[in-house]
């Protein structure tokens, strides 16, 4: 039976996923990281489009698309958290047909921050804006490491701090608030149920928007666990039984 093959899209790094390897013993996977963080190229012009108000989110979904072009595969699962999500979606609703399924961490329907049910903590993503102006290395040290409810070991978030571009990075911040996301719409052209992940006590993502999540899709495949997708063993486990039932 041939394995499983699974786009891991970036959230600020694919070093953030940690649970690759685990992947990598029953599935294939491919993944990378956002144009102009680490070794992935990004043109002058693309990234002079992006500093002055351009879709990095866009950017990132087109990327995407082009690694799978280049895979040559046609059939795949797309797994994303936190921000990834975003571009998971444009990327599932750019080929439809070609996505076995869509695996989301800290799933919501869109990053809304504001109304009786916001998805994002408008209060928490400000202070982590107002610590990004003040102290980038700390933003990532510190704040990312916060956020995950110190799930990630300072060895990893030196590592992410070295592959960071800081003015791209203020920009996929500002992606969270400034590029609105219409991840149901994009799911809903998705024929295979999805898989919603909640990261319980996660400080930006809100229990409202995951059950929202939940609730506009009642065939979804549900967890939570204590710790984001990205490094999560039993999310891990949850993605092989996920796969194994989307793909035959």
Request: glycine share 8%; with cysteine.
């Amino acid at each position: 039976m041939a394995r499983p093959r699974l786009l891991l899209v970036p959230n600020f790094t694919e070093l953030e996923w940690v649970i690759r390897p685990r992947l990598e013993e029953w599935a294939e996977v491919l993944s990378y990281d956002p144009p102009g963080f680490g070794d992935e190229p990004i043109s002058t012009d693309e990234r002079e489009r992006i500093l002055t108000g351009g879709n990095l989110r866009q950017l990132v979904a087109e990327r995407g698309l082009e690694k799978l072009e280049e895979s040559g595969w046609d059939r795949y699962v797309i797994v994303a958290d936190g921000e990834g999500n975003g571009a998971a979606a444009l990327i599932a609703a750019e080929r439809p047909e070609a996505v076995a399924g869509v695996a989301l961490g800290h799933a919501c329907l869109s990053y809304e921050m504001h109304g009786d049910r916001p998805a994002v903590s408008a209060q928490v993503w400000a202070a982590l804006r107002t610590l990004l102006d003040q102290d980038y290395d700390r933003f990532v040290r510190t704040g990312i490491v916060q956020l995950t409810g110190g799930s990630y070991a300072e060895d990893l978030a030196e590592r992410i701090v070295a592959r960071l571009d800081r003015d791209l990075t203020d920009r996929l911040w500002e992606a969270i608030r400034d590029e609105p996301a219409d991840i149901a719409a994009a799911l809903a052209k998705v024929q295979a149920p999805p898989l919603f992940a909640e990261h319980r006590g996660c400080l930006l993502f809100t229990e409202e928007g995951f059950a929202d999540a939940a609730a506009a899709f009642p065939n979804a495949r549900i967890h939570s666990f204590p710790e984001p997708a990205t490094i999560s063993e039993a999310f891990a486990g949850a993605l092989r039984s996920f796969c194994k039932e989307a793909t035959g």
